[in-house]
């Protein structure tokens, strides 16, 4: 089984940036990709960011084109989301995400906010 460690969240001005950090153990045999979800309190979950198994193939949802970066560390079992010129409706807490097949494998989430 696996288990997903988020961190690097924080309380950041707006404009600041932040640097978030996944960490995958476990049985990671096979292709996977990675991804970054946020939620904010009182709504629905929402996809942010995702990277294929090999690091080439990125994909963005369009309120952090330009500002959010994904990336896979030298260990393929990291992941790292950097967010840059952050706005206070980046405030959310922030999950990482594997899945591999047909399983999705979910962090504890690491918290941001991002002051006016």
């Known amino acids: 089984q696996w288990q997903l460690v988020e961190s690097g969240g924080g309380l950041v001005q707006a404009g600041g940036s932040l640097r978030l950090s996944c960490v995958a153990s476990g049985s990671t045999f096979g292709s996977y990709s990675m991804a970054w979800f946020r939620q904010a309190p009182g709504k629905e979950r929402e996809f942010v960011a995702a990277v294929s198994w090999n690091g080439v193939s990125t994909y963005y949802a369009d309120s952090v084109k330009g500002r959010f970066t994904i990336s896979r560390g030298n260990a393929k079992n990291t992941v790292y989301l950097q967010m840059n010129s952050l706005k206070p409706d980046d405030t959310g807490v922030y999950y990482c995400?594997?899945?591999?097949?047909?399983?999705?494998?979910w962090g504890q989430g690491t918290q941001v906010t991002v002051s006016s």
């Open positions: 995400n594997v899945k591999s097949g047909s399983i999705d494998y």
